[in-house]
């Protein structure tokens, strides 16, 4: 059996473990009950490396959403009597629901603003609870049903541990599958920047909610085990310090990784009970001393492996991802016939207040034809790549594709069409693999929505776009590379991967900014005659190069910007020797 295989058969060992290890004989009652509140952190926790580890939004509120589902299984079960396992659906449901709005309203912001309104619905949250006599104010519920088994109470932590570390096992298996699938690329994309996930087709703000709503409904999940182990409710647990707390667990155990979060949670909990003891004999007085430590601790944590701790440990065993080879092939656009004017720009204008960075430029690209964009540094080139691409909106102007005005189409509907794009400055995720940010170009190409990823009915479809993706690589000359980190590669070869994840869309139209940028001369060559080959397949190509002697001999024609206006248009023989471009690039000579 392969090395992948095995891995595949993880949940088995670990859910066996989770039945059995609280009933050890002679294992303390002590050490039970901080493992039953070591699994409801670490669920919470492996929600939070999907929001902010892999989608980067940092959140000070998971502890307030553990509440929601902690207060809708007791007030439907202690109130009116409804079975604490139908609790379960109830309380994802309300927090699902709940998460919705405040996610609609909260992904929206970036940074640290969005940190700031997490920050912000999680105190008014907070004070609702404490002032809502549905819950019970500050005095909570009490007298919350266990759970029952076959009409047998949990009462017994050893019971209660089994069930909660079946559920750690479980979410851990849903979220690799969700991570390991196509909306899990989508939610990792967009660590490599919005932009650039965007101009892959991915819708950015749905993937955002996605990300948002998924570690509310762990969290909301770990309330609902919460209630029934403690059997009582008030908002202490649900504030503000405890939701710095989930986030410390995520970032010591590693915020990318779902195995990091039971690290982070076991070690968090165990030194903050460890120093709730031992700290108030050590000061001979009682107080919050823990807090200084913990802070202390993070620091120290975050010089030592900034990455958090479990990273050190998965790098004994690097990442292999397998590679189908007899997946079927993903269906080809078909392809426009060759001559045929594919983009037309027309009068293209972006202003930045005074500034003109693009001054009404116009120029018309066949189908089948490599049209070179070249100008000295700051000529609007980039620029112009994005207005075309959908990232950026124009002042004035519109950009025609196979005679469609797209001018007022967001990036991911321009990707659909069949455009993609490489970047000036290389946009890779590089928390992901090669073969991975590869795949990303593929996500228009798939439709297996986020529930057959949770579910993993989405694996025929998953190999055919990872064997596309390894197509590509083969086709670029990086297969041999593609299980490494994509940041560990040298920056040329870094632009060669975006070249095969742009290949991936199966693009009609394919726009490259500065692809030979840190390329040696021999793979200047192989990068000429790859393009070639794309040309020879029928996809027409927009160059941005400074490279003048790899971009003569490569393009049909040729325009020339300089401050944002086109200054010729052409023959490359011809764009050559006009005095304005000499003069552009060279300097007038008096």
């Given amino acids: 059996m392969t090395r992948p295989d095995l891995a595949k058969l993880w949940p088995l060992p670990a859910l066996a473990i989770a039945a059995l290890l609280p009933w050890l004989p002679g294992l303390p009652a002590f050490w039970v009950t901080l493992a039953n509140y070591t699994g409801i952190s670490a669920i919470v926790a ?7 580890g892999i989608g980067g939004m940092t959140s000070f509120g998971q502890a307030t ?5 902690a207060y809708t299984t007791a007030v439907l079960s202690k109130d009116y009597g409804l079975s604490p396992w139908l609790g379960l659906p109830a309380g994802l449901i ?23 309104g997490t920050i912000a ?26 759970l029952e088994i076959a009409g047998h109470p949990l009462l017994d932590s050893r019971a209660m541990a089994t069930v909660i570390w079946i559920g750690v096992i479980l979410a851990a298996l849903i979220t690799n599958n969700l991570l390991d699938s196509r909306a899990g690329r989508a939610i990792r994309a967009l660590k490599g920047g919005t932009i650039a996930a965007a101009s892959f087709g991915v819708n950015t703000a749905r993937t955002r909610l996605l990300a948002f709503v998924y570690a509310a409904v762990l969290a909301g999940f770990a309330g609902w085990l919460y209630a029934h ?13 405890p939701s710095i707390q989930y986030l410390l667990m995520t970032v010591i155990g590693g915020a990318a990784h779902v195995p990091g979060a039971l690290l982070g949670a076991a070690l968090v909990t165990l030194v903050n009970d460890r120093l709730q003891d031992l700290l108030p004999r050590l000061f001979g007085a009682r107080g919050n001393y823990e807090t200084i430590v913990f802070g202390t601790l993070l620091i120290a944590a975050l010089q030592w492996a900034p990455n958090g701790l479990w990273p050190l440990i998965a790098r004994l065993r690097p990442r292999r991802h397998p590679i189908a080879t007899n997946a079927a092939k993903l269906p080809a656009r078909p392809m426009p016939a060759p001559g045929t004017p594919l983009l037309e720009v027309v009068a293209l204008r972006r202003t930045f207040g005074g500034l003109v960075a693009v001054n009404d430029i116009a120029f018309t690209l066949n189908a089948g034809e490599i049209l070179g964009l070249i100008g000295p540094n700051g000529a609007g080139k980039s620029t112009t790549f994005n207005l075309i691409t959908g990232t950026d909106t124009p002042t004035a102007g519109h950009v025609r594709f196979q005679g ?16 993609a794009r490489t ?3 290389v946009k890779l995720v590089p928390t992901m693999s090669v073969i991975e940010n590869v795949a990303i170009g593929a996500h228009l190409r798939g439709h297996a929505s986020p529930l057959a990823g949770l579910l993993r009915l989405d694996r025929a479809e998953d190999a055919r776009l990872y064997a596309e993706a390894a197509r590509q690589l083969a086709r670029a000359g990086l297969l041999a590379e593609a299980d490494r980190p994509a940041t560990s590669l040298p920056l040329g070869q870094q632009r060669i991967v975006e070249i095969a994840r742009a290949l991936c869309l199966d693009p009609v139209l394919l726009l490259l900014d500065e692809p030979a940028a840190g390329l040696r001369h021999a793979e200047k060559a192989e990068l000429a005659t790859l393009l070639r080959r794309i040309r020879a397949e029928g996809v027409t190509i927009l160059l941005v ?14 325009v020339v910007m300089d401050f944002g206006t086109k200054l010729a248009e052409g023959p490359a023989a011809t764009v050559r020797q006009d005095p304005q471009v000499i003069e552009a690039y060279l300097g007038s000579i008096e």
């Fill in 46 to 52: 492996i929600g939070l490396v999907v929001l902010t």
């Fill in 94 to 116: 309300i927090t699902a629901a709940g998460a919705t709005l405040l996610g609609a309203i909260t992904v929206r912001l970036s940074g640290h603003y969005l940190a700031l």
């Fill in 423 to 425: 970047f000036q400055h």
């Fill in 404 to 419: 469609h005005p797209i001018t007022a189409l967001p990036a991911r509907a321009i990707a659909a069409l069949g455009i």
């Fill in 229 to 241: 182990l403690q059997r009582s409710v008030n908002p202490t647990p649900f504030g503000f310090y």
């Fill in 121 to 146: 619905w999680s105190v008014g949250l907070y004070y609702t609870f404490a002032n809502m006599d549905l819950v019970g104010r500050n005095d909570g519920i009490n007298g919350i049903p266990p």
């Fill in 65 to 69: 959403l553990l509440g929601l589902g």
């Fill in 545 to 558: 190069e400074h490279d003048m002697e790899f971009v003569m001999g490569l393009v049909d024609r040729l």
